[in-house]
C-alpha cells in the first residue's frame, strides 16, 4: 500500500513495504527487521538502521543515519548522499555523495573482518601468484604511514605505495623522496619511460622553470640527449661519444670515443677545487687551447703546434716565460725558448754511479751532448759525440768526450783523463792535436789577429795584463795571407813588444828583425856609460860535474849546393878545459876555451872540425890544423929522368894525418893557407946527380928542390909555400944515374895559418 505519513516506528511483524514505488514517504523512523523489497524514496532519519537486511532499488535517497545490510546487486544510481557506512559489503554500484562519517566502512569482498587502520581497503582473500593482495586507503599515524598503497599478492612487499607526506614509491615501502622508485628483483632497470614518438623525454620544471619543457633529458633513438632553454646542451651518442653544445660529437683526427665541448665563445672546461679555493680552466679561444687558473692564462696550445707556457702567443713550439725579457731577440729557427729575467734549465739526475744529467741535441744518426757525469766519473762536465742509428741506446754514456771540465775548473780538448793544468790539449795516438785562433782583418800592415793573454786577477789593484802572445798580419803584398807572431810583457809600465817572429820566420828580439835573430838592447838598461858593453845575447847551459870538453855552442847549418840537403857549415863552441882542477864548488882555477870549426867539404853528410882555438890565456891555438908525416920502408932503385916517390916515401907509416889530407902519399890543402913541408932522404949512386922535389899540382916548384951530388948520401928539403883549397903536393926525385939506391925518405908537411 501506499504511505503518505509514515509512523515513529515500523516492524516487520507490524508493516511489509511492497515493492511498489512508495514515492510520497517522506520521512521514517527506526527501522527494525524491515526487508524493503520494493523502492523507497525519501529520507531515513539519523537514528540506527540496524536491523535492515536488504534493500532493493534505493532511489533518490538521503541516508542521514547509520544503514546496516546487504544492498542488492542491482545498480544504486540515484543515491545522492550516504551518511555512515558500517561494515556494509557492496556487491553494486553506489553513485552519490559520501558524508563525513565518525567511523569505518568496511566492504568486505569475501569475510566481514574489519580492519580499523584502514578507512578503505579492497583485499583479495586469495593468495595467489600473479594477483595483487589489495588496495588500501589509510589513514594513518604520521607522515611516513601510507596513505594509498598497492601490495604484493602475499602482503610481503609494497608494489605501489603513496605517503601520507606526498612521498611516491614504486618497488619501496619507505620512498624518501617526493618519487622513489626501487628494483629488487634482479633487473639493472628500475622504470622506464615511453612513447610512441621518435623522442622520449622527462620534463623538469621548478618555481622558476618558465615552461614544462623547457628543461627535460631523454632518448632520441639511441642516443641520450639534455634539452635546456631552447636548445641541446648536452648529448650520448650511440658509440659513446659525449657532446657538450652538439648533438653530434666527433673528432677530426680519428678517435673512435670523444668528448666534444661545442661553443661560440670560448667553449672549455672548468675545474673548481671547492676545498683549496683554485678554479682552473680549459678553453678554445681564437683557434688556440688555454689553461687558465682564474683569469690568469697558465698554458697555450696553439692552432700551429706552438706551445706557451706563461705565454700566450708562442713564436716556437715550445716557449716557457716567467717573465718577458726587457729585449727579446729569438732566433728564427728556435724550437724551445725558456725567457725570464734571470732564464734558466735544470736537469736533475739522481746521486750516484754513472746516473748522468744530459742534453742532447741529434741530428737524425747523429748526437752531440751536453753532459753532467755522476759519481763514478767524478762529476766532470762534458761536451760529447756520437754516432749511433740505433734506439734505445744509452747515448749519454756512449758518448766520446770532445770537452772536458773537471769540479776544479781543469779544462780538457780532446783528453778527459790526467787533467792537471787548467786548459789540456790533446788527440788520439796518431792524431796531431791542434788549437786554432781565428781573426777577420783587412789587407794593412801588422794588424792584430788574435792573441792570448796572461792576466793577473789577485793583485789587489785589479786585473792586469801580465804578457800577451799576438797573432799580427804580415807586412807589404798580400799582408791577408802573412802572420806574423808578438811577444809582450808588461814591466809595471804597461804591454810593451819584446820579441817578433816575421811572415818570413826571422826573429826579433827587441826589434823588427831583417836577419834570421836579429837582437837589440833596447837603450842602456844597465845605466852604464856609453862605452859600457851591453850583454844582449846569453848561453848558457848546466850540468852535474862536468868534465873536459863540455860547454856549449852556436851551429851554422845551411843548404848544400845542388841539393836540397842540409849540412853543417860551421860552428862556434865554448867548452871547459882542464876539468880536474875544478872542484864541485866551482874552483877559481876554472878554464875555458872557444873553439871555431869548418866544413871541409865533401859529401853532404861530412860534418865541421875544428879549425882555432883560443884557450883560456889568449892564445890561438890550432890543435886540429891540418898535417901529416909518413917515411919509407926499404929502398927505391933510381932510373933516369922524374920519378915520383910519392908511394915509396910512405910506404912505412903513417904516423900523423891530422884531418885524413894525406892519402897515397899526396897531400892536398883542405883550406886556403900557408903551409910548410920538409923532405929528407939518402941516396946512393956511382956518378951523376939526384934532385928532390916536392911537386905542386903535378909540376915541379922552382924554389922546392934539394941538389945531391955523388959524394953526398943525405939531404933535407924544407920550405914554405902558399896554398889555394884542393892544390896537392907529391914528393919526386930527379936523377942521371940509372942503378942508384934510395933509401930512408920522409915526408912531412903541415898548415900555418
Same mark, same amino acid.
Given at each position: ?9 515500523? #516492524? ?47 532511489? #533518490? ?199 666534444? &665541448?661545442?661553443? #661560440? ?136 768526450? &770532445? ?310 948520401? #943525405? ?39
Amino acid at each position: 500500500m501506499a504511505l503518505t505519513t509514515v509512523p515513529a516506528s515500523l #516492524s516487520s511483524t507490524a508493516l511489509t513495504l511492497t515493492t511498489a514505488a512508495q514515492p510520497n514517504i517522506t520521512s521514517v523512523g527506526t527501522l527494525t527487521g524491515l526487508t524493503v523489497s520494493g523502492n523507497i524514496a525519501g529520507t531515513l532519519t539519523t537514528a540506527a538502521q540496524t536491523n535492515i537486511t536488504s534493500v532493493g532499488t534505493l532511489s #533518490s535517497l538521503t541516508v542521514s543515519g547509520a544503514l546496516n545490510g546487504t544492498l542488492s546487486t542491482a545498480a544504486q544510481t540515484n543515491i545522492t548522499s550516504v551518511g555512515t557506512l558500517t561494515g556494509l559489503t557492496t556487491t553494486g554500484n553506489l553513485v552519490g555523495t559520501t558524508a563525513t562519517f565518525s567511523d569505518t566502512v568496511t566492504i568486505d569482498a569475501a569475510d566481514g573482518d574489519a580492519d580499523e587502520a584502514y578507512v578503505f581497503a579492497v583485499r583479495s582473500q586469495e593468495a595467489t601468484a600473479g594477483r595483487n593482495y589489495g588496495m588500501w586507503i589509510r589513514a594513518g599515524s604520521n607522515s611516513s604511514d601510507e596513505s594509498f598503497s598497492v601490495r604484493k599478492f602475499d602482503n610481503s612487499s609494497m608494489y605501489f605505495k603513496v605517503r601520507g607526506d606526498g612521498n611516491v614509491g614504486i618497488g619501496t615501502a619507505s620512498p624518501s623522496l617526493k618519487f622513489h622508485s626501487s628494483e629488487t628483483g634482479g633487473s639493472t632497470i628500475a622504470g622506464l619511460f615511453q612513447t610512441n614518438q621518435t623522442d622520449s623525454y622527462i620534463s623538469f620544471q621548478a618555481s622558476g622553470t618558465t615552461d614544462n619543457s623547457t628543461v627535460r633529458i631523454g632518448a632520441v633513438g639511441d642516443a641520450l640527449r639534455a634539452y635546456v632553454n631552447g636548445a641541446y646542451r648536452f648529448a650520448i651518442t650511440s658509440a659513446g661519444n659525449v657532446g657538450i653544445g652538439t648533438t653530434g660529437p666527433s673528432a677530426d683526427y680519428g678517435s673512435d670515443t670523444v668528448l666534444e &665541448i661545442k661553443g #661560440s665563445t670560448s667553449p672549455g672546461l672548468v675545474i673548481n677545487d671547492t676545498g683549496q679555493g683554485s678554479k682552473y680552466g680549459i678553453h678554445a679561444d681564437s683557434n688556440d687551447l688555454k689553461i687558465n687558473y682564474g683569469t690568469n692564462t697558465l698554458v697555450t696550445f696553439q692552432n700551429d703546434g706552438n706551445v706557451g707556457i706563461g705565454e700566450t702567443s708562442p713564436s716556437v713550439k715550445f716557449h716557457i716565460k716567467k717573465t718577458a725579457a726587457s729585449t727579446q731577440h729569438y732566433d728564427q729557427y728556435a724550437t724551445a725558448i725558456v725567457e725570464d729575467t734571470e732564464a734558466r734549465l735544470q736537469i736533475v739526475a739522481s746521486e750516484g754511479g754513472s746516473n748522468a744529467a744530459g742534453l742532447l741535441l741529434t741530428n737524425e744518426a747523429k748526437h752531440w751532448g751536453v753532459v753532467h757525469h755522476g759519481t763514478g766519473n767524478s762529476n766532470i762536465f762534458s761536451i760529447g759525440y756520437y754516432a749511433s742509428s740505433s734506439s734505445g741506446v744509452d747515448l749519454s754514456d756512449n758518448l766520446s768526450d &770532445i770537452l772536458n771540465i773537471t769540479t776544479g775548473g781543469n779544462v780538457g780538448i780532446g783528453i778527459s783523463a790526467s787533467l792537471q793544468g787548467e786548459l789540456n790539449v790533446g788527440g788520439a795516438a796518431s792524431g796531431d792535436p791542434s788549437m786554432y785562433v781565428f781573426g777577420s782583418r783587412g789587407a794593412a800592415d801588422n794588424l792584430p789577429a788574435g792573441h792570448l793573454t796572461f792576466r793577473n786577477v789577485a793583485n789587489g789593484v785589479g786585473d792586469v795584463n801580465l804578457s800577451r802572445i799576438q797573432s799580427l798580419t804580415g807586412t807589404g803584398s798580400n799582408q791577408t795571407q802573412k802572420g806574423q807572431l808578438a811577444f809582450s810583457t808588461n814591466d809595471g809600465s804597461g804591454l810593451t813588444q819584446r820579441m817578433l817572429i816575421d811572415s818570413s820566420g826571422k826573429v826579433g828580439i827587441g826589434t823588427t828583425p831583417s836577419t834570421p835573430l836579429h837582437v837589440r838592447n833596447i837603450g842602456n838598461p844597465s845605466g852604464g856609460n856609453r862605452n859600457t858593453v851591453e850583454t844582449v845575447l846569453t848561453l848558457d847551459t848546466t850540468g852535474y860535474y862536468p868534465y873536459n870538453g863540455y860547454g856549449l855552442g852556436i851551429d851554422f847549418k845551411g843548404e848544400d849546393y845542388g841539393n836540397t840537403a842540409i849540412r853543417e857549415y860551421g860552428k862556434i863552441q865554448a867548452v871547459m878545459t882542464d876539468h880536474s882542477a875544478q872542484n864541485a864548488s866551482g874552483d877559481p882555477s876554472f878554464k875555458s876555451a872557444l873553439t871555431f870549426w869548418t866544413n871541409t867539404g865533401g859529401a853532404s853528410s861530412t860534418v865541421a872540425t875544428e879549425k882555432m882555438r883560443i884557450d883560456s890565456t889568449g892564445i890561438v891555438t890550432k890543435p886540429f890544423t891540418p898535417a901529416f908525416s909518413c917515411n919509407s920502408s926499404g929502398s927505391y932503385t933510381t932510373t933516369t929522368g922524374d920519378q915520383n916517390i910519392k908511394t915509396f916515401a910512405c910506404s912505412n907509416a903513417t904516423t900523423l894525418n891530422i884531418g885524413s889530407h894525406l892519402v897515397g902519399g899526396k897531400f892536398t890543402a883542405p883550406v886556403d893557407g900557408l903551409y910548410h913541408f920538409d923532405l929528407k932522404g939518402a941516396a946512393t949512386y956511382g956518378s951523376g946527380y939526384l934532385f928532390m922535389y916536392i911537386f905542386k899540382n903535378g909540376s915541379a916548384m922552382s924554389n922546392a928542390y934539394h941538389y945531391m951530388y955523388q959524394t953526398s948520401n #943525405s939531404a933535407t928539403l924544407s920550405f914554405t909555400v902558399y896554398a889555394d883549397d884542393g892544390d896537392y903536393f907529391e914528393p919526386y926525385i930527379n936523377t942521371n944515374y940509372a942503378g942508384g939506391t934510395v933509401s930512408a925518405i920522409l915526408f912531412s908537411g903541415h898548415l900555418i895559418g
